[in-house]
C-alpha cells in the first residue's frame, strides 16, 4: 500500500505563511509526479501546484503563482507546500496526490484523476 501524510496545516492571519509536507511511504512506491489540491467547504476539490518527480517541472493553479511554491525532496519522498501572502480564500483542506503511474506523453497536473494516491488532508484555516 501507499500512504500519504499531510502535515503543517493551521490557523493563521491574512498574511501570514505555512509550510505543508506531505511524505509518502509503501513497498516499491514510485512517484512520477506529486501535487497538492484543496477543497473548501461546498467547493469541489480543485488543484493547487504539482511538480514531476524527476525533473522538478512545476505547475501552479493561477490564483496561487507568485505566492506558493512546491517543492520536492526525493530522498525522503516528501513534497513541500510553502504558502506565502495567505488569503481567507486559501482557506480549505489542502489534500496531497501522488501518481504512481508512468506519464503519458501528455499529461494534466491539474486533473485529479491523473493521480493514484490521496492523503487524508491537512485543514489550513486563514482569518481576515
Known amino acids: 500500500q501507499v500512504q500519504l501524510v499531510e502535515s503543517g496545516g493551521g490557523l493563521v492571519q491574512a498574511g501570514d505563511s505555512l509550510r505543508l509536507s506531505c511524505a509518502a511511504s509503501?513497498?516499491?512506491?514510485?512517484?512520477?509526479?506529486m501535487g497538492w489540491f484543496r477543497q473548501a467547504p461546498g467547493k469541489e476539490r480543485e488543484s493547487v501546484a504539482a511538480?514531476?518527480?524527476?525533473?522538478?517541472?512545476?505547475y501552479y493553479a493561477d490564483s496561487v503563482k507568485g505566492r506558493f511554491t512546491i517543492s520536492r525532496d526525493k530522498a525522503k519522498n516528501t513534497v513541500y507546500l510553502q504558502m506565502n501572502s495567505l488569503k481567507p480564500e486559501d482557506t480549505a483542506v489542502y489534500y496531497c496526490?501522488?501518481?504512481?503511474?508512468?506519464?503519458?506523453?501528455?499529461?494534466?497536473?491539474?486533473?485529479?484523476?491523473?493521480?493514484?494516491?490521496w492523503g487524508q488532508g491537512t485543514q489550513v484555516t486563514v482569518s481576515s
Open positions: 496526490a501522488a501518481r504512481t503511474r508512468r506519464l503519458t506523453v501528455r499529461w494534466y497536473p491539474f486533473q485529479k484523476a491523473e493521480y493514484d494516491y
Open positions: 509503501g513497498r516499491t512506491f514510485s512517484s512520477y509526479a
Open positions: 511538480i514531476s518527480w524527476s525533473a522538478g517541472n512545476t
